[in-house]
């Protein structure tokens, strides 16, 4: 069992930065593939990011690819999203998931657990 805590989430302008956090309990953390997803009021949500259980390996949407990083701090059973030139169309609920199998990392339906999310909002 794990649970995640999401933080680092407000409001920011167009070309802003902000960090995001997650916090998860448990000893097991750096058995679990880590992923950032995001919903926007009225969409699906959708896939940002993933690492994989060492950090080694990062995958990104097209969308933030070049803007966004996914890092993650083992002993402290933390996940990070940086968010550079952040634009309005990423405004949105983050939410930080955890899976334990490699495969279909963008599939949303594949994590096991979440977090409850926090409010990213870019202004114009």
């Known amino acids: 069992q794990v649970q995640l805590v999401e933080s680092g989430g407000g409001l920011v302008q167009a070309g802003g930065s902000l960090r995001l956090s997650c916090a998860a309990s448990g000893r097991t953390f750096s058995t679990y593939i880590m992923g950032w997803f995001r919903q926007a009021p009225g969409k699906e949500r959708e896939f940002v990011a993933a690492i994989s259980w060492s950090g080694s390996s990062t995958y990104y949407a097209d969308s933030v690819k070049g803007r966004f990083t996914i890092s993650r701090d083992n002993p402290k059973n933390t996940v990070y999203l940086q968010m550079n030139s952040l634009k309005p169309e990423d405004t949105a609920v983050y939410y930080c998931?955890?899976?334990?199998?490699?495969?279909?990392?963008?599939?949303?339906?594949?994590?096991?657990?979440w977090g409850q999310g926090t409010q990213v909002t870019v202004s114009s």
């Open positions: 998931a955890a899976k334990t199998g490699p495969s279909r990392l963008w599939r949303s339906d594949d994590y096991n657990y």
